[in-house]
C-alpha cells in the first residue's frame, strides 16, 4: 500500500508537493501513478512515472503544470503542482501501476492526502 502526503489549503496560482511512500517494500522496480478524485467524482488519473523515472506522461487537465519524479534511493515519488486552479481540489492517491505506459491501478489505496485550492 502506497501513501499519499503533502496536500494542504492552497490559493489559486499556488503550489504544493506531494510525496508517495510504500511502507515495508520498494517502489523501485515499480511505475507508479498519481490519481485523484473530487466530491461527487470518479477517480481520476493525473500521471505517471516509469519505475526507471525517464518517462513520464500526464492527463491533459494537467500537463504542463504537474510534474512527476521519483528518488529511488528514498523510495519516493513526487508530485509538484503548479499554478494550481480549483478544479485541482480533490483528494489524491498515488498507486503502482503497470508497465509500458499503463494507467491501471494494480494495488490497493492508500487514505490519500487532501488538496484544497481556494479561487
Known amino acids: 500500500q502506497l501513501q499519499a502526503s503533502g496536500g494542504g489549503l492552497v490559493q489559486a496560482g499556488g503550489s504544493l508537493r506531494l510525496s508517495c511512500v510504500a511502507s515495508?517494500?520498494?517502489?523501485?522496480?515499480?511505475?507508479v501513478g498519481w490519481f485523484r478524485q473530487a466530491p461527487g467524482k470518479e477517480r481520476e488519473f493525473v500521471g505517471r512515472i516509469s519505475w526507471t523515472g525517464i518517462t513520464t506522461s500526464y492527463a491533459d487537465s494537467v500537463k504542463g503544470r504537474f510534474t512527476i519524479s521519483r528518488d529511488n534511493a528514498k523510495n519516493t515519488v513526487y508530485l509538484q503542482m503548479n499554478n494550481l486552479k480549483p478544479e485541482d481540489t480533490a483528494l489524491y492517491y498515488c498507486?503502482?501501476?503497470?508497465?509500458?505506459?499503463?494507467?491501471?491501478?494494480?494495488?490497493?489505496w492508500g487514505q490519500g492526502t487532501q488538496v484544497t485550492v481556494s479561487s
Open positions: 498507486n503502482t501501476v503497470g508497465g509500458s505506459g499503463s494507467r491501471e491501478p494494480f494495488g490497493s
Open positions: 515495508g517494500r520498494t517502489l523501485n522496480s515499480y511505475a
